[in-house]
């Protein structure tokens, strides 16, 4: 299950270095994974959404998140996070980073000294295997990169994606789906390209989807996207997409499904509630409680169902925690952060040990 909302390009300078080597990203048993944020994961990716899932029921698993503090530290800004199932956490910047768990600083694993070549991955997120992939869509080669899992050497995956503008930031989602295909979304073609796994060759998905991807969700094989008004699904196997929704809120920041089946999509007023199963134009039901969410992080979702988002507080002075409790449409408040007007906290992620990783511009927050 994944999430991965638009690919956010910065110009902003990180910690450079050279890579390490990433042993525990050689996780060839874990169940299938994702990352939004979400990813993307959104993929990303994708931790309720963008990390470990049932491979029977595609549900989160891990530990329930218990949050009764936030710890500090100072350190660069990711734009997306994806957690594998034992607590390692990636991030993307101007590199690619890790945080191991309960760490208190992230190592680079990948830069152009190990074979990634571009100075701004817009996305970050990992397969059912534990490789993980970034794209490239604001300088240097455009692409996906693949880290295959125990490896510390990136490399570009398939042809057919160089023909589409690669002088723009024009990646907006990528996913991965349980069977490891990858798919990805441009902010310029009205369409979502494929690479099943084993394959070298980027395809176009079926052609009548005809609309500008903003942000991708897939659930077992199952592919969603989200567009101005809209969310369209492609089943497994299918040949043609399904028109899933077509009156929905417009401008979508983040595509997510719960463990439950249930579709999340957060635009810029607030987040809104599909229910698993409902297609109709009058089913997404606003929730409440949030009110500034242009600015929030991705819903993330842990074992027990509940929901969990960093947005503006009453005040928009300071960034909070919210938390869906599962069932629910209202957000509460249920922890002050420190980070402040300043900063922009815009991917969120469950380690799957018990805690919450909030990435912001300059801080990264862990949850206790």
Known sequence: MLSAGLAHCSSDDAASGSPTPDPDAAAGSDAPAGGDGSTADTSVPVPGTDG????????????PIAVTAFDTYTTFGANYLTCDPVGNCYGNRQNIYKLAPNATAYTVIGNSTNGLVTSSPSSILRDPAGNLFTNAGCTGSLGVYKLPAGTTTWAKLGTGLDGNNPTSCN????????????YVGFAIDKALFKLPAGQTAWVTTPTDLNEVVRATATRGNDVYVAFNGGVKMLASGAAAWTTFETDGPILPYHLTIDGAGNLYLTNESTVYKLAAGANTATAWVPTTGITTASTASNPVFDSAGNGYIAARDGNGNVYALFKLAAGTLAWTKVLATTVFLSENCRAMADDHIGHLILQCDTMMLRSK
């Open 171 to 182: 990646f907006h989602t990528m996913a991965v789906d349980a069977a490891g295909t990858l």
């Open 52 to 63: 470990a899932v049932d491979a029977a029921t595609d549900a989160p698993v891990g530990a």
